[in-house]
């Protein structure tokens, strides 16, 4: 989400962030998220009412955060039962997990995951039904309140100047599309300095066998 919070931020207060900024190296990037094939996205897309509703009942403000016991049970299960895990992988985040290095898995899981809000998971949703990356959808009256027009506004990709801007993606990641990257490249017009599809998937960008794009593009950008 740290790139979705970055392009929300440029769009928003683009002079406060290109003074800061020598180059903004965005790795899967979600903006808009209309194709993303995650199938847990997608279920939340498809029934956001009740499980908002649910999750407000429940007091789920912080959704999956971290717990050092589940984190360790969880990693711990992983090693034991590799497989099950990784077809987990296939179904959340990486369509080809083939090319992720799963040696680590403990160290990995131990960290994951590091919780979220739950608006950030409806705020998502939202994007994948009106296919728009537009601001959070607090509903008509709210909406007025808060941004003067019924419906939530769009963020102004195209607005955005004086950062350099690299975009890396995966054509096997659930989350983020080769489509939506395709999208979001256009919405920035020539600003993009660099655009590379990779093989790997969401998660491959921090557990690839091969970190190539790591070691040799990411640094010469920065370089």
């Known amino acids: 989400m740290g790139t979705t919070q970055m392009f929300i931020g440029l769009s928003m207060i683009n002079d406060y962030y290109k003074e800061k900024l020598n180059v903004?190296?965005?790795l899967a990037p979600p903006t808009r998220i209309s194709n993303t094939k995650s199938v847990p996205l997608q279920m939340i897309a498809a029934h956001i009412e009740p499980m908002e509703l649910l999750v407000v009942k429940l007091g789920m403000w912080n959704m999956f955060g971290p717990d050092y016991a589940i984190n360790n049970a969880v990693a711990d299960f992983c090693d034991a039962q590799l497989d099950f895990c990784v077809a987990a992988l296939k179904v959340f985040t990486d369509g080809d997990p083939s090319v992720d290095n799963f040696d680590r898995v403990?160290?990995?899981l131990t960290h994951i995951p590091s919780g979220s809000g739950y608006k950030n998971q409806f705020h998502f949703a939202q994007i994948i039904n009106t296919a728009k990356f537009a601001r959070y959808d607090h509903g008509a009256v709210e909406n007025m309140k808060r941004y003067g027009s019924r419906t939530p506004p769009e963020y102004n990709l195209n607005g955005i100047n004086g950062v350099p801007i690299a975009l890396f993606g995966g054509d096997s990641d659930l989350l983020v599309s080769v489509t939506d990257v395709d999208w979001l490249a256009e919405q920035l017009g020539e600003?993009?300095?660099w655009y590379k599809q990779y093989p790997l998937g969401h998660m491959s960008f921090a557990i690839a066998k091969d970190m190539t794009w790591f070691t040799e593009d990411v640094l010469?950008?920065?370089?």
């Open 24 to 26: 903004f190296v965005a």
């Open 106 to 108: 403990k160290t990995y």
């Open 220 to 223: 010469n950008l920065v370089n």
């Open 191 to 193: 600003k993009p300095i």
